[in-house]
């Protein structure tokens, strides 16, 4: 921050933070003596600030009435002005701090889209390097990845949407393909089927974790559907033959290939590319650990 956003300069007189925020102090407690109880100074202390800055700006900042000393109209723009002025001082103040302080806990919000043992490897990597940095991970599933980093429960997501106001960095694609048993009744019609078909027989279905369950990706309207809160469950279900579903690549590999399970053969949307992100809670506070985390799943999960 440059001297001109940490004070405004007139008359060659600097206003301080410290006479913002007692103007804040004031404007809050209503008065004079009450800011300085609230500020822990005196209250000859609070009126020389106030003198100082109205004098370093030439503006009457206050109205006295009665005993309540009311902000004019110019000091409403002041007071408002000088809230954002000190939070964004704070907010530098902790950047600073936390770009040499190594963090004690990570917490991560992680879709279950990517397996969880590819976010293992990932964890293995960063703890030769952070071994006593405690990790946190929210096992989460569409907008629950979003509701942790809106709600400030994690300092990481990892996920297939990046809310509004955030950043995220693009990590892959997920390919989701639709799959069922081998002996499952649609597998048995022997051609391909098309979304009508689909809706005769029970979906699998994996349960948003969001706080609203905003999301609902895949699901073919299907009369018969059962839900679960973990993409194994439902693969289970699926070996089963108690229904089909869309699930990634990654977690149908091995049964296709062993022949336990089969690739549904739609006529259209057989594929579905589910792109991914690695967003931050905060970039700009996040500590050494974060960011070398981060940076790990970024050169990893790609």
Known sequence: MNSQSSALIINEQKVTLEQWRTLIAVVDAGGYAKAAELIGKSQS?????ITQLEQSLNI???????RKAVPSPAGEVLYRKAKELLAQADRLEKVALLS?????????????????VKILQCLAIFSQTYPQTRVEIFESVLS????????RQVDLAI????PIGFMGEKLSTVIMRGVSSPDHP????????????LRQYRQIIVRDSGQYRRHSEGWQEAEQRWTFSHIKTSLEAIRMGLGYAWLPESYTDADINSGALKYLPVTTGSIREVPTYLTYADKELAGPAIRHLAEIFMNTLR
Do not use: C, M, W
């Open 159 to 162: 996920g297939g949407k990046v």
């Open 186 to 197: 649609l597998q048995k019609l022997n051609r391909a089927i098309d979304q009508e078909d």
């Open 60 to 66: 009457k900042v206050f109205q006295i009435q009665g």
């Open 144 to 151: 629950g990845t979003e509701d942790a980093l809106l709600q």
């Open 100 to 116: 040499h302080t190594v963090e004690s806990q990570i917490r991560i919000a992680a879709d279950l889209i990517i397996p969880p």
């Open 45 to 49: 202390t609070v009126s020389y600030a």
